[in-house]
């Protein structure tokens, strides 16, 4: 009899899960567009862009608009202007150096951003800040690897790594952490890496340390294989734009049952127009970059990493 009356539990169950399956189209009204800016400024020599569309539609699945006919100039704190150019109309404006060995950006110097767009005025203002040298990449192999590393599509043994670097002495220094496996970037939600000086949120106690082992590991999100190229990028950012990635990472992150009412995320581009009549959203940001690549060779990796 118990077991009856499980299964007519079961079927009454499922039908009112089913029946919760209806779609709801949401009406969301459609807000004035504005600018969206992204792009940052390196010291690595070569090309710089900054990337100019327009915003969308809660709800869009469509590609933005590119802005395109504005006039985009970059001037460094001694006087000198970049002009940026987007040859090829669809919103990529960028800045080709006069030698292939000309770069940009300096450490120390402040870079302001000016773009001339639909009848306004915008301007966004960064200092390129120092970077250290990643020291080494290390790996070991692994054959139980860490639960986030287990999907179907990723290896389920591999060489599990970690990278060394030590941060400045001085309190404040950020820092973003880019990762490629075979020279693709792991750009997703999760691949979002960010440090304050050697820790992972703002605090005074990591000054002048060895970066933490969450920073370390947070390298490899899946397992690499023999021949596998693995580059690391660790690049300064300023204080102001790892408040932007905090907030960014934890809107891409903000979902679920128990998620919370989406919160606008910080921008530095003002519009200085007389009268400004469109705001815009994004980020202009400048980067010192320290890189380092290894090639996975069963012959070179580790026992143990060190602490």
Not at 13 to 22: H, K, R, T
Not at 194 to 220: C, E, H, Q, T, W
Not at 294 to 300: H, Q
Request: hydrophobic share 35%; proline share 4%; with cysteine.
């Amino acid at each position: 009899m118990k077991s009856i009356i499980k299964y007519i539990f079961s079927i009454f169950l499922s039908v009112s899960l089913m029946s919760c399956e209806d779609v709801i189209q949401l009406n969301v009204p459609e807000t004035e567009k504005y600018l969206v800016v992204e792009g940052t400024i390196t010291n690595v020599a070569g090309e710089q862009f900054i990337k100019l569309t327009e915003s969308q539609a809660l709800l869009s699945t469509t590609a933005p608009n590119a802005v395109t006919n504005a006039t985009v100039k970059v001037t460094d704190n001694t006087g000198r202007v970049y002009e940026f150019k987007d040859t090829k109309n669809e919103g990529k404006y960028i800045w080709t150096p006069s030698t292939a060995t000309e770069a940009m950006g300096a450490i120390g110097k402040t870079y302001t951003l000016r773009i001339d767009a639909d009848g306004e005025s915008y301007q966004a203002v960064s200092e390129l800040k120092r970077v250290p040298k990643i020291d080494s990449i290390v790996y070991k192999y692994e054959d139980s690897p860490r639960v986030n590393q287990t999907a179907d599509n990723k290896p389920k043994q591999g060489y599990d790594a970690n990278f060394y670097a030590k941060d400045f002495v001085g309190v404040g220094d950020c820092y973003r952490v880019k990762v490629y496996k075979n020279g693709k970037m792991f750009s997703g939600a999760d691949n979002i890496v960010i440090a304050y000086d050697a820790l992972l949120n703002k605090s005074s106690v990591g000054d002048g340390l060895m970066f933490i082992l969450p920073l370390r590991r947070a390298i490899s999100p899946e397992l690499y294989l023999e021949n596998d190229k693995l580059k690391v990028e660790l690049n300064s950012i300023t204080e102001p734009h790892f408040d932007f990635w905090t907030q960014f990472r934890t809107e891409l992150n903000n979902t679920g049952l128990f998620s919370t009412p989406a919160a606008r995320i910080p921008c530095n581009v003002i519009n200085i127009s007389a009268t400004p009549k469109k705001q815009a959203a994004g980020w202009f940001g400048t980067s010192a970059v320290s890189t380092l690549e290894v090639t996975i060779d069963k012959n070179k990796a580790v026992k143990q990493f060190n602490d």
